[in-house]
């Protein structure tokens, strides 16, 4: 039943459903505040829907005497991301991808970093690594597909910003 839980509370992050992960895992959590996978789950959601505080309480306490790992770091960042602290994310976002490239989201909010700072050439090789992962990576076509239109490449970033639709139809950020 716990694997079923969290595959489905990994399903509604990638589909941008935070409140509906927050509301499923917090009376879990309640009772398991030892579980690391459902406080990981946690924190990403409070992380992602602008809840820095409940997020930052979770992290602590899951990383506690762990801090440098690509898992705590990519939940800093994050943080410091939807905070708009952009530059701070770069840092904890680019040390998560240096300690494990293969983490899930990594790559992509790295990118989200990158091109916040204006480095759209390292932002959109983010992008790519996340897609060479995970094909169906929403955050990654979505700003991939802005990026290679910025660049005048029209006919990839339709092929993004399509696949960025037909992932999220009801974000209005895919009919960009």
Do not use: C, W
């Not at 839980?5 to 879990?28: C, F, N, T, W, Y």
């Not at 597909?145 to 974000?171: C, F, M, T």
Request: proline letters at 2%.
């Amino acid at each position: 039943m716990e694997q079923v839980l969290l595959l489905l509370a990994d399903a509604r992050i990638q589909m941008g459903e935070h409140k509906k992960v927050i509301s499923l895992l917090e009376p879990v959590y309640a009772k398991q505040s030892d579980n690391a996978a459902v406080a990981y789950l946690l924190g990403t959601a409070y992380a992602r829907d602008n809840q820095s505080y409940n997020s930052q309480k979770v992290i602590e306490k899951l990383f506690a005497g762990r801090e440098d790992t690509a898992e705590a770091k990519l939940l800093v960042g994050t943080t410091k991301f939807y905070l708009a602290d952009f530059a701070g994310a770069l840092v904890d976002l680019g040390r998560a991808v240096e300690l494990n490239a293969k983490l899930p989201s990594a790559n992509a909010y790295h990118g989200m970093a990158l091109m916040a700072t204006g480095d759209t050439g390292g932002a959109a090789k983010a992008f790519e690594a996340e897609l060479a992962q995970n094909p169906n990576d929403y955050e990654s076509h979505l700003n991939l597909g802005v990026i290679l239109k910025q660049d005048k490449e029209y006919a990839k970033a339709q092929e993004h910003l399509k696949k960025s639709l037909q992932l999220r139809p009801g974000d209005i950020r895919s009919r960009y």
